[in-house]
């Protein structure tokens, strides 16, 4: 009987732990404006390797570092987060991946795939909108 007690409390409490987990969403990052560049895709910070043809995108090292749990940026947990950009009336979702040293709290470079999906490559820097989704 303890036994089947000590599941049942470990079934319940094991999902609000994986909540607590997950970094804090604030409104700031439901509704941020950023520049947005495109970089060379290769192995990001969060230990995975990926391509320019892939929608991925790297954080500014301000929003990303702080995260960092043990300075390991493989363990942070804004590594596959989803986030939806915006600009010019058309829309990208990418998957986070890297950090972006020179990239400022709210900047994303984004993958050439995510970026032309938004505009072209030629123009390097735009100014557009972007949340966590």
Known sequence: MQFSKNIAVTSILSPLQLVAAAPEVTTR???TTGDLTHY???LGACGWTNSDS???VALGAPR???QTPN???NNNPLCGRMIKVNYGGKSVTAKVVDRCQACLFDDLDL???AFQA???L???RISGTWGFV
């Open 29 to 31: 990052d439901l509704a």
């Open 40 to 42: 060379d895709v290769g």
């Open 54 to 56: 892939e929608l991925v």
């Open 64 to 66: 990303f570092d702080p």
């Open 71 to 73: 300075g390991n940026p």
């Open 111 to 113: 993958s050439p795939a």
């Open 118 to 120: 938004l505009a072209d």
């Open 122 to 124: 030629g123009l390097g």
